[in-house]
């Protein structure tokens, strides 16, 4: 990994980031490692890679880059692409325990949605901790002896992020909407072009102010028969373009043909815009995905107050009971239901409930993930 | 063959399909090599085809696969055939190889199983499956290889190369054919006792035999 990699993999992210990005699974090395550098392990997504190795050029360690299909570390997580299995495997084929003489395995926190750390550590016998969201806070967490504080656990959405989101999501529709327009209606395509660009950015950069009508993940009601996050959004804009499209064509301005070929393609973009607008960001569930009207439950008679559960939640939702001897949920309507803390509790005192309020079996959560489709299909004990 | 572990129930058909009915000729012609009171070793076994094929000649299996989807199908079929109690099954990858003491079993098979590993992976694997071999004993090797040369093979090539473009940019999990001769196998300790390229050259079933010392 050098600078120019690091630039391919930054401009390549940005305009097929939709896209898996692979390099190669394997041990890296970065700096000068000895045998008593930390080992870190991240997925083949190239440009998580490029960012580590950025962050952390400065220091000496051992990267393992476990196979995770060229998707990033969460959602090859929970998608059943990044398991103990991948990481059993880099490990082995790496030698890695014959190049230091520990065995601490620092694993990125938003896997724990998809390894079982229980499971790695009795296959392979190495002790697993688990490292911060963020790259930026890696440098600080092994300073700290391995230790992260509260914020370096949680998931945040800041404007670079959701500008990067936006741009992503612009650049790969205006290169379909380019392919398909060249045939169809070529002169619609800078009109389009930028509308997609402005749509895209609009939608993303304006979600902390509607970000609260998609949680928490209430079921329809008979208020507004459909879900905000699965349809509701997109009925919304469906009514606008088309009410927009009467107007101007019963006020005169544009003819009936024209008002309508424009209300359809602007349908077609905004559609394909916010198809899962809450799922592109990390900070709500998919709109997609059957998990999101489960609710998390911790038994308290169970709980020991190991901790786990509040290492691994990307939202922070845990707290420390007032005796400090057990966790409890404090914050559910953050809850954005990734399934981590139920994956990882070593005594099973966290599970789902589904609406109809039936008790889902916590091995359902550990080894069955979610498919393209948001259902969980995809066993991968 | 990830992308059919999804569904259990259709695995076998679209192996059919993808073979071209091959894999039950090789089946056929693989049950010499199983006796009773064998030890043998199934490494991926999917829905338990070899696994049932080696149990019903009396060997006693252990069947290891990393979809518990593949396992808990293998298991089903292995009750239904009565040889439930001679199939043990394993939730294991080839990584774990390592964990299996040396000399063990009499047979082992991998069938279609290390082309869905890496080369690290495969290189890694292989010695493994010699050392757990009995002197003597059968590794029986089914899975697609790289065609060898000429026009044929290099359209096939094309056409894969083409096909897997496209399954990689949806994130499709794909295979790695084995680039594979006699002579590695040999420098791995073993002598051939039946090589067969099939389906053009992409498709290859073998027999080899570790050698006594």
Same mark, same amino acid.
């Given at each position: 990994m050098n600078w120019i990699s690091w630039l391919v993999a930054e401009i390549f992210g940005l305009f097929f980031r939709l896209a898996p990005l692979r390099i190669k699974p394997g041990l890296y090395r970065i700096g000068t490692p000895d045998e008593n550098a930390p080992v870190l392990v991240t997925g083949n997504y190239r440009l998580t890679v490029a960012r580590l190795w950025k962050r952390l050029r400065s220091r000496n360690l051992y990267l393992l880059v476990a196979d995770s299909g060229g998707i990033n570390v969460w959602c090859a997580s929970a998608g059943g692409r990044l398991t103990h299995h991948q990481v059993l495997s880099v490990l082995k084929t790496s030698r890695i325990e014959?190049?230091?003489?520990?065995?601490?395995?620092?694993?990125?926190?938003?896997?724990?949605?998809?390894?079982?750390?229980?499971?790695?550590?009795?296959?392979?016998?190495?002790?697993?901790?688990?490292?911060?969201?963020?790259?930026?806070?890696i440098p600080a967490f092994l300073d700290r002896n391995f230790q992260a504080i509260p914020p370096m656990r949680r998931v945040e959405y800041p404007l670079g992020a959701r500008i990067e989101m936006a741009l992503c999501w612009a650049f790969s529709l205006s290169f379909l909407a380019l392919f398909l327009l060249s045939f169809l209606w070529p002169q619609a395509i800078p009109a389009t072009i930028a509308i997609i660009f402005a749509a895209s950015i609009l939608f993303h950069l304006s979600l902390p102010l509607f970000r609260n009508l998609f949680r928490p993940y209430r079921r329809p009601s008979k208020i507004w028969p459909v879900e905000f996050e699965?349809?509701?959004?997109q009925t919304l804009i469906l009514l606008a373009i088309w009410v927009a499209a009467f107007i101007l064509n019963t006020a005169g301005s544009i003819p009936l043909a024209e008002s309508w070929k424009w209300a359809l393609l602007m349908s077609i973009v905004l559609l394909t815009l916010t198809i899962d607008l809450p799922g592109s960001t990390p900070i709500l569930k998919s709109g997609t995905?059957?998990?999101?009207?489960?609710?998390?439950?911790?038994?308290?008679?169970?709980?020991?107050?190991?901790?786990?559960?509040?290492?691994?939640?990307?939202?922070?939702?845990?707290?420390?009971?007032?005796?400090?001897?057990?966790?409890i949920h404090a914050r559910p309507d953050d809850c954005i239901r990734c399934g981590a803390c139920v994956v990882q509790c070593p005594v099973d005192a966290l599970f789902f409930l589904d609406p109809e309020g039936n008790r889902l079996d916590v091995d359902l959560i550990r080894y069955r993930k979610v498919d393209i489709w948001g259902r969980r299909n995809v066993h991968v004990k | 063959m990830k992308f059919f572990e999804r569904t259990p129930i259709w695995y076998d058909r679209a192996i059919r399909w993808i073979t071209f009915g091959k894999?039950?000729?090789?089946?056929?012609?693989?049950? &010499?090599?199983?006796?009773?009171?064998?030890?043998?070793?199934?490494?991926?076994?999917?829905?338990?085809?070899?696994?049932?094929?080696?149990? &019903?000649?009396?060997?006693?299996?252990?069947a290891s696969d990393t979809s518990p989807l593949m396992l808990q199908r293998a298991y089903s079929k292995a009750c239904a055939a009565s040889y439930g109690k001679h199939i043990h099954f394993a939730e294991q990858s080839l990584m774990e190889l390592d964990n299996e003491p040396d000399k063990q079993y009499d047979v082992v098979i991998t069938s279609l199983v290390l082309s869905e590993c890496r080369k690290d992976e495969q290189a890694y694997a292989l010695p493994h499956i010699a050392r757990v071999l009995k002197p003597g004993g059968l590794w029986i090797l089914v899975d697609e290889i790289t065609p060898q040369d000429g026009v044929l093979a290099l359209c096939i090539r094309c056409f894969r190369n083409t096909v897997l473009f496209f399954l990689r940019w949806m994130g499709v999990a794909v295979t790695h054919p084995l680039r594979i001769c006699p002579a590695d196998l040999e420098k791995l300790g073993f002598r051939i006792k039946h090589w067969q390229r099939l389906n053009a050259g992409t498709f290859l079933f073998c027999v080899a035999q570790k050698e006594a010392q």
């Open positions: 014959e190049r230091v003489n520990h065995r601490r395995l620092v694993l990125p926190q938003l896997s724990a949605t998809g390894i079982d750390g229980r499971q790695l550590h009795q296959r392979s016998g190495w002790h697993i901790c688990w490292g911060p969201v963020y790259a930026r806070d699965s349809g509701g959004l995905h059957e998990d999101r009207h489960w609710n998390l439950v911790l038994d308290g008679n169970r709980c020991q107050g190991t901790g786990i559960c509040r290492e691994v939640c990307p939202m922070q939702c845990f707290d420390w009971a007032p005796s400090g001897k057990s966790m | 894999m039950a000729d090789i089946r056929r012609s693989a049950r &010499s090599y199983f006796h009773p009171g064998q030890l043998v070793l199934d490494l991926g076994c999917g829905t338990g085809e070899w696994s049932l094929l080696a149990a &019903s000649q009396g060997a006693h299996v252990k």
